[in-house]
């Protein structure tokens, strides 16, 4: 079945760590993005890409990296100069062009201790 | 700047009533999509219904219905006949058809529904 994997579900981290969110879509989609969801914030853009080998910064990039070495993969690295990582992250898939609604991951909820 | 405004942050309804939620959203584009997701406890982002802003009719999708005004730029959601189950959080979301190609999401209504 076709569809957008995250792992993992949880994830822990130490303060000044960095630790990387795995997306894997096997929909040929060639947009993913990520999003970051805190409670009463909705869902704030982090990065997202359009094609393998080239990604734009959303609206709070700051302290994330991501790669698109393939178009099944899109991971995303917390690092350490996110100041406030604690959040649950989703990743998303579609079709360019705006008639193709997003497939969503089952989101990873990030705590760091 | 494109923006997608959802100004109800919590809704209730009687289970089996009809609830609506709103949306209004800012473009300068003619032809564009619109979609309403659910988010239930799971946290499972669901696509519930689209809408193409170049049709006149409104969309549904069983239970499920928009009503667009693309002169007043609002696309709200009814739910009929509202069951348990549809106890979740409710996006509205817009997708930017130039060359940033990234999707605009609301902030979100929550939706209780009482028994």
Redesign the interface.
Known sequence: DGGITQSPKYLFRKEGQNVTLSCEQNLNHDAMYWYRQDPGQGLRLIYYSQIVNDFQKGDIAEGYSVSREKKESFPLTVTSAQKNPTAFYLCASSRQGGDSAAFFGQGTRLTVV | AQTVTQSQ?EMSVQEAETVTLSCTYDTSESD??L?WYKQPP????I?VI?Q?AYKQQNATENRFSVNFQKAAKSFSLKISDSQLGDAAMY?C?Y???NR?????????TRLHILP
């Open positions: 942050p564009y999509y979609f799971s946290r499972q982002m696509l689209r193409e996006f979301a997708p930017l058809m940033d190609d990234k999707i605009i999401f609301g902030k979100g």
